[in-house]
Each structure stands twice: as C-alpha cells, then as structure tokens.
C-alpha cells in the first residue's frame, strides 16, 4: 500500500489530473494492445510493479517487460482479448521529501473477450501508483494492484 | 426524477467538469471502503438519497449514515468488496433560482466480487444529481439512482 | 480502422480533452435514451458509422438514424436497458490536411439489463473516431467499431 501521509493530502490540478486521465488512457490501452516497450516505458527506469496476485513485486522496467513478454505471448496463444479499464481516479501530491510526486487511487477491472463469447470480468482491482515526471512524461515509480478476490 | 428545466442546458466549465469527476471518484470510493463519515458527508446536512430500489428516500445526513451502517456491516460480514463504477458523467448548471446548484447525469454500476470468486455487476443504474458547493466542497442536495433492473 | 500517421501525434488540450469526454458522456446517454435526433445529430451531415458486426458501413445522418428507429424499437419491445461505456479515451490532433480533426481512441463496453435479472455485458468494443467541429459543437466524421468478440 501507498504510505499514508500525516498532513492533508493536496489534490491535484485541473490540468494535471486531465493529465493523468490521459497517461492511463495510453497505459491501459498498451497493455491490452500487447505493446510491450510502451507499457514497460510507462514506468521508471527503477520502476516497481506489486501485485497480491504475485509473490514477489517486479522491480525495474526490464523485469517488467520480461514479465509482460511471457503473458502477453501465453494471451495471444490463448485468443483472448482484454481491456483493462480504469475509473473512479483520485490524484494527489505526495507530501515532504516526495513533493514532486503525485499519488493515484483508482479502479482497474479487467475485461477478457474470447472470439465469439460474452466478455467476461476477470478480474476487478484497486490500483495505487506513485507518479513522477520524467522530461514532462508520466512514469509510475511504483505500482501497487489489490485483487479484490485474492 | 431531477425536474426537466424549459430553458435549455449550460454545461459547466471545464474547470468544474473536471471537479466532479475528482468528487465522485472520491465518493465513491468511500462507499467502497465502508467510510460511513465521508460518504454521509459528501451528502448536504439536509440532503436525500431516493433510489427505486427503497419505498423511501433517505433523508438527512443522519438517515444516510445510519442506513450506511446497516448496510456496510452486512457487507462486510457477507465478505462482499463492492466497487462503485461512475461513468458518463454529464453536468449542466441549474438555472433559476437554483442557479448556484449543478445537475449532473451518470451511469453507477455496481461490482462485487467474493473472495475466490468472479466479479460480478451487482446492479447497473442511471444516477441524477443536484449538488452545490458547501464552503468550496461539492455537497450532494439530492441524489436519484433509478436501477435498471427495477 | 483510423489511418496510422507517420509523425508522432499531438496530444488535445486540457480544454479540447475535457470538452470530448463531456461530449461522449451525451452522446452515449442519447443512445441509451433511445433518442434517434440527438444520436444520429452527434455525427456530421455525411458521418460514417463501421463496425466488424456490418457488413456495410452506415453512411450519412439518415441511413444512422434509420438504422437506430429499426434497433431502437427492436431494444424496447425485448425491454432491455442498455447502458454504452465509454473509457481509456486517447484523443490527438490529426495532421495534415486534416489538421482541425481529432482522432480519438477508446473502449466501448455495453452493458444490458433486463427487468427482474442481473446486468450482463453485451460486447467489449474498440472505438475509433475521427472527429470535427461543426460550429463549436463535436461532431463524428466516422467512427469505427471493433467488436471483441467477432
């Protein structure tokens, strides 16, 4: 889980929260189009990827694209097509030495389509990030997914 | 149902567009993580939920918190994670006399997952509000959830 | 599907992001109010409507708006409700001749509820449009819909 701050958290602009909207837009739909350099680059360099579905986190971009290599490959064989869809986002700065930061809250439920079967929800998820910006581009430093059935 | 005005429509600023979205994301959340005082509070004191899944509206902060109680302890004992899922929200200014007021129109579906279990759409529904800015906040004044399925 | 363009794409502003979802929101409440005017009205005068469950496209207002009296009527009389989810909206500038145009890229997902049964998802859709301003307000040029499943 994100470390809960003492102080009020502040949100985040108008501008930047539009921002954001649009990043994980981007993000959502890289995953599902089983790009993986561009869903690896949308974390840091050191960037960290946890998940209760996982024993252990993936740590830095490279672990995060040998991962999706495998699950991307294993979707495809299967035939499935999914849709990660993200909603209910609430943003805000981070606070003390991590000022430069924003922290995310949101929802991620996971559509899965077979050829010629109803969607299904595979699974539906809370999502807690830190961001940070690199050269005016959003990167998540470290990404934490509950898995509401786990 | 929120009373059709004759005049037609002034959709709010971006701004305030933006606003909502973080509120209702925010609220929706708190819903979702059982927290009694802030979903009630996101409510005007006087404030009204009707919805025609109750013979009743609710009326007042302390109805809504009271109900809430009832209601996120069953939940809760159920073992039921629920996510509310706001979508398609349209916003216009009131006009008139409730000038300062703003009316929104959205869709809420509701997920639930069982630990072990699928996800799975508790409930889809169209969900209209009248809502106001209480010292800078956006309050509730009234909320109308008409569920599809009733 | 919407051409690929050889030069990266230029993100939409704040504004120009805000005012698309704002637009979406109605435009996709219209079609689940079964209001043929305000649906097929969202597409300019000459708009094309495609997707992979056609065999042909829709082209102009007129044959949308056929189209939709004939669906329209056939979703009343079978008494479902039908709710049209739009997320993970990416929306750039076109460039080039169509430098006023926007192209946007999103999911689509469906949702259908009957009286008395829980909400079932009709399809998982991809949506792709092109998009223009027809005095101040958006309109579709043509979009293209790509059912999950088929």
New interface residues.
Partial sequence: MVQATAVAPV?VS??V???L??F???Q??STDDLDVPAWAGSFTEDGVFATNAFPEPLTGRAAIAAHCERAFAAQAEAGI?R?????????DHATGPDGDRVHT???V?V?E????????????TLCEDVLTRVDGDWRVVRRQVHR???
């Fill in positions: 949100p108008t501008e929260y539009q921002d909207q649009h994980y837009a981007r959502m739909q097509v849709r990660h869809v993200m909603t209910m986002l609430a943003a809250r949101s929802y439920m559509l389509t077979r050829r010629g079967e109803k969607p299904v929800i595979y699974c539906s509401d059935d786990l």
